[in-house]
């Protein structure tokens, strides 16, 4: 079934079950309404980002209704600033659309424009600017804030709320007992639990950003409570989930799992989810658990090389919990985690940590330069080293990322290893590009990776690309990342953003093309979901907004590049969902 069907059945099935409120269904039934000219949610068919583009980079639209040629209009004037024909119509095979594609990549003029088909169709306006993504990239920075729990969050109007969380204690699984000073962290994407393992690829993702644009990063403002200290805004909004990643460590080196309540919440604002926030453990000795161990080696390592400026005692913390975190996963390298009785938050369990210690052990090698790492990151490699394989990291396969580290760290290197792994990275990169051109829509998803998260999985699609363009500079590598930025504004067939200030979306719509269940999604969003009792930002669409859905405007992003990688989400009323961004600011420079 293509999935505009699906949207179509499953909004009629849910609807019928009662899971489906007014505006799910009137949205829904939007995304179809094909032959209609209003712009509501996607349905002029004109889908593209819906905040622009960047001067000097491509620039493509996918049009899924019949039209010859299109032109750009400049709404400044009301001029026609380029006439084009459309491309050929094809399919796309994720949708079943026809679709055909509008390239006025040659328009480079600042300014705000719409497309206009030959078939009297017009599209949403939106920008060409130098720093058109530098809004998306603040709210979803802010959106990490959002996310804070052990503290007061203030983004601003009702979007608010007290200290959550302080209530905190040891599970009888973490082979410890009684009441702990343990809080602080991010929330996970829909509910309150703080983990490991997701805090792992996120915090480690936003500081290979830092290290990779720290240059774009240093002065950017969130006007987060630690603004106009010591540490840059960025690293300080960072620091907090680093703080609570140190607090789950033992005194061993070992790391516990995470800390939640004993299963999820209902829908309630965070400081009313009552009762002890328990610190988690595997439930026999050694209690903590290799992957999350091995996490946060890698982060810490990062960590320590980041903050060696700005907080030196911090980043010699972090130092010291990295060497701790990695002595310990040589100890007991298959510690693996499940849900222990009576837990039923998100397990996050991974049976095979070798990825893991790969990772801290390249991140430990390239902070230090101590030989003992280099020999073990050595004895990790495939042999021959031609069978070293490259794929987009994720939660709990970080393999590529101890790959990456290697490669990048500008240490003495084995220069076999390295060329082995740039290889595999760019026939990975060249295999994504394809990927892109066959999908109607521009971005690098093949079917099977239409599933929960998928947006995590385009953006970690970027950050491959992005890497590969550092092994060997090519405008394909960047132009695929970038397709993949679109599609997480507005270039799907949905013509939903998902995430920003300009948007057309409705929690259904994020729930279903992500393929997930109603019971699941029902646990998550909780906080925006209560905050949410807000109307819409402002977008520079009102006519997008006529339905007035409560959504939240804060994506989740992980900004920049080399690309992103936070679970964080906007968060419609019910779901939340895992979001990936891509922002690409070193084109901007
Ligand atoms: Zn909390």
């Not at 580290?405 to 760019?426: E, K, P, W």
Request: glycine fraction near 8%; charge should be positive.
């Amino acid at each position: 079934m293509y999935r505009r069907e699906f949207l179509k059945t499953a909004a009629s099935c849910l609807g019928a079950l009662g899971f489906v409120k007014d505006s799910w269904g009137a949205q829904v039934s939007g995304v179809d309404a094909g032959s209609s000219k209003s712009a509501s949610a996607g349905g002029n068919r004109i889908y593209l980002n819906q905040i622009g583009f960047l001067p000097d980079s491509s620039k493509v639209a996918t049009v899924s209704t019949r039209a010859g040629s299109f032109l750009v209009r400049s709404l400044k004037d009301n001029s026609v600033a380029l006439r084009s024909t459309l491309s050929a119509q094809r399919l796309d095979n994720a949708s079943g659309d026809s679709v055909q594609s509008a390239d006025f990549s040659t328009l480079k003029v600042p300014g705000e424009y719409r497309i206009e088909l030959d078939s009297g169709v017009s599209g949403d306006s939106f920008l060409i600017r130098k720093d058109v993504y530098d809004n998306a990239l603040l709210l979803t920075m802010r959106s990490f804030y959002g996310q804070r729990c052990g503290c007061d969050v203030n983004l601003g109007g009702k979007y608010a709320h007290p200290k959550c969380h302080m209530d905190a204690a040891f599970h009888a699984s973490s082979g410890k007992t009684g009441r702990c000073d343990i809080h602080g962290g991010w929330h996970d994407a829909g509910d309150y639990g703080r983990y490991m393992i997701n805090s792992g690829i996120t915090t480690g993702t936003l500081l290979w950003a830092w290290e990779s644009y720290g240059a774009s990063l240093h002065d950017f403002a969130l006007r987060i409570p630690e603004s106009g200290g010591k540490v840059p805004d960025f690293l300080a909004e960072i620091q907090w989930n680093l703080q609570w990643m140190l607090s789950l460590q033992d005194n061993d080196g070992g790391v516990w799992q995470k800390q939640s309540r004993d299963d999820f919440c209902s829908f309630i604002m965070p400081q009313d989810e009552l009762g002890p926030n328990y610190v988690i453990g595997t439930g026999s000795v050694p209690y903590k658990s290799t992957c999350a161990t091995a996490d946060l080696a890698a982060v810490m390592a990062i960590a320590a090389r980041c903050y060696s400026s700005y907080a030196p005692a911090f980043s010699q913390q972090c130092l010291k919990a990295a060497r701790a975190a990695w002595s310990w996963c040589q100890n007991n390298p298959n510690v693996f985690f499940k849900n222990p009785a009576g837990i039923h938050t998100a397990e996050f369990g991974d049976n095979d940590c070798r990825d893991e210690l790969l990772w801290a052990t390249a991140e430990l090698w390239r902070t230090t330069g101590d030989a003992v790492f280099h020999q073990a990151f050595m004895g990790m490699l495939p042999q021959p080293l031609a069978t070293i394989k490259i794929e987009a990291p994720s939660a709990t396969q970080v393999t590529s990322r101890g790959y990456w580290s290697y490669a990048l760290a500008g240490r003495n290197r084995s220069d076999a290893a390295v060329a082995a792994i740039q290889q595999a990275t760019l026939k990975t990169a060249r295999e994504l590009v394809h990927q892109s051109s066959e999908n109607g829509y521009g971005n690098s998803l093949a079917l099977e990776d239409y599933a929960g998260g998928s947006n995590a999985v385009v953006a970690n699609h970027s950050l491959l690309l992005l890497i590969a363009n550092q092994f060997e500079p090519d405008s394909s590598h960047l132009d695929c990342a970038l397709n993949n930025l679109h599609y997480l504004l507005g270039r799907n067939c949905l013509g939903i953003s998902w995430g920003s200030r300009s948007w057309v979306h409705t929690p259904s719509s994020i729930r279903i093309i992500g393929l997930v269940s109603p019971t699941i999604s029902l646990r998550h969003g909780r906080v925006y979901y209560q905050m949410g009792r807000m109307p819409i930002p402002r977008t520079r669409s009102p006519r997008r907004c006529r339905a007035k859905r409560r959504c939240v405007c804060m994506s989740t992003m992980s900004a920049l590049i080399p690309a992103t990688n936070r679970s964080l989400v906007a968060m419609p009323r019910w779901c939340s969902f895992s979001l990936h961004f891509t922002h690409n600011r070193a084109t901007d420079e």
